[in-house]
């Protein structure tokens, strides 16, 4: 088992910023070469929806095409353990959402059903 647990959401101007962290303990599943950490959203009745991911092999990172060039996904490894940070630039009011931390041995990194482990979200609010 994967325990994933984020922190860092909080109530932020339009045009600010914000770091979301999580941290990834138990199993590791980090040699796999398709491994993969990654943020998902879901705003009030809406579908969640993929952010931004990092394959740990190669360290490639994806991101959704509506916060491209404003959020940035970084990680690592530490003892036992890995971390997963997601940087938040001018951030928007249709960035308000509960965002999740994710990982697993995936063959795409945009499907939220291929993952098998999730964090419990961390509320992320935009206001004007």
């Known amino acids: 088992q994967v325990q994933l647990v984020e922190s860092g959401g909080g109530l932020v101007q339009a045009g600010g910023s914000l770091r979301l962290s999580c941290a990834a303990s138990g199993r590791t599943f980090s040699t796999f070469s398709n491994y993969a950490m990654g943020w998902f959203r879901q705003a009030p009745g809406k579908e969640r929806e993929f952010v931004a991911a990092l394959r740990w092999s190669g360290r490639t990172t994806y991101y959704a095409d509506s916060v491209k060039d404003r959020f940035t996904i970084s990680g690592g490894n530490a003892k036992n353990s890995q971390y997963l940070y997601l940087q938040m630039n001018n951030l928007k009011l249709e960035d308000t959402a509960v965002y999740y931390c994710?990982?697993?041995?995936?063959?795409?990194?945009?499907?939220?059903?291929?993952?098998?482990?999730w964090g419990q979200g961390t509320q992320v609010t935009v206001s004007s």
């Open positions: 994710a990982a697993g041995v995936v063959a795409d990194v945009y499907t939220d059903s291929l993952y098998d482990y």
